[in-house]
């Protein structure tokens, strides 16, 4: 009678696909986990504040808003929803348009605050509250918005220039928008010298990054970027983690990277754009909220960005909620909160990169 020997190379297959399974399982666990974390800090957001009510309370407020005192409804859905949805919404946009930015030029320390894209975007704002001048001469209302919007996209456009030319690497792109970004922070303390004092007030405020004047309308503009966006970076996703191989690999695999890059940076520029316009300058959540949800899901688009932009929500959110418990009494501008926290990890980061170039 003649046997049958399995040979051990046979079940290799296998293996190899009950490990990826077993790794997209753990991916999709980890994104529930981080969103349920992100809903529950947006509910804590919304009880946090003078005259705390208790959370039992803000949850009825939300799902039976008749049903409740009319302070507490106004409190709830006029005055602390918007700001907690705003930083929701503002954190998200900052961490898929750092996320992006990171593939696109394969550097670590991208994202839009070291590129410029935020600081062209604090001068736009800035030449309207300042001089009252804008880019865009429909713009009307939406003054601030459009000038920073347009002067984001300016910035963006200067780095996709840079990238056609012949023989410039992304190290060089990465050098040329953090030189873009000290020269719209030297034009805005131009501004700032020749401002007066109450221009210099509202501009100082503002630049320090707040979601004191969240509204309704701002929360949907807000969202309204993001929600234009993020299709266009699920429907490029298989481009951009290709992008991750280097220019060549994805040039030989038939992608226009020319054509890749300026379609995303002009999508980031929106993102950041209207981030900015919203709150102010708040720096280094769209460098922190991409390398924490790469550490936890990878490098594949289809998790890598719906967790960017979970950890960069989460991140603003329970920011937000530590601004208003910090000092009591005092609410701190969220700006500087963001840059106390990032600081430290900005820096491991350029060690970490210094080690890896001298290696």
């Known amino acids: 009678m003649r046997t049958h020997t399995i040979s051990p190379h046979a079940t290799a297959p296998n293996s190899t696909i009950s490990r990826y399974l077993a790794r997209r399982r753990r991916q999709l666990w980890l994104i529930a986990v981080t969103a349920l974390a992100t809903l529950i800090s947006l509910l804590v957001d919304v009880a946090t504040g003078p005259g705390a009510y208790p959370l039992v309370d803000v949850m009825k407020a939300l799902v039976t808003p008749a049903g409740v005192p009319h302070i507490l409804h106004v409190v709830v859905w006029e005055i602390r929803l918007p700001v907690a949805l705003m930083a929701i919404v503002v954190g998200a946009s900052l961490a898929v348009a750092g996320a992006q930015m990171q593939t696109l030029l394969n550097n670590p320390l991208a994202d839009p605050f070291t590129l410029g894209i935020s600081s062209a975007a604090s001068f736009g704002a800035a030449l309207a509250i300042v001089l009252g001048f804008g880019v865009l001469p429909v713009a009307g209302t939406l003054l601030l918005t459009g000038n920073a919007f347009v002067l984001a996209m300016l910035a963006s456009l200067m780095i996709w220039g840079l990238s056609r030319l012949r023989g410039v690497s992304v190290q060089t792109m ?7 970004m000290f020269f719209f922070n030297a034009l805005l303390g131009i501004l700032q010298y020749v401002a007066s004092a109450e221009s210099l007030q509202q501009l100082v405020f503002w630049s320090l990054g707040s979601l004191n004047k969240a509204s309704w309308g701002k929360v949907g503009l807000a969202g309204l970027a993001l929600v234009v966006t993020t299709p266009i970076f699920v429907l490029a996703r298989w481009h951009l983690t290709a992008l991750r191989l280097g220019d060549i690999q994805a040039k030989a695999m038939g992608i226009d990277v020319g054509r890749l890059r300026l379609r995303m ?86 060690l970490r990169s210094r080690k890896e170039i001298w290696r």
């Open 265 to 350: 940076l002009l999508c980031c520029a929106l993102l950041s754009a209207t981030a900015v316009a919203f709150v102010g300058t708040i720096g280094f959540v769209g460098l922190v909220g991409p390398h924490i949800a790469r550490l936890l899901v990878g490098e594949d688009q289809r998790t890598f960005l719906p967790m960017s932009a979970l950890t960069g929500a989460l991140i603003l959110s329970l920011t937000s909620i530590l601004s208003k418990t910090l000092i009591p009494g005092i609410l701190l501008p969220i700006g500087i909160l963001t840059a106390l926290i990032g600081l430290p990890f900005f820096v491991s980061l350029v």
């Open 174 to 180: 990465v050098l040329m928008g953090i030189a873009i």
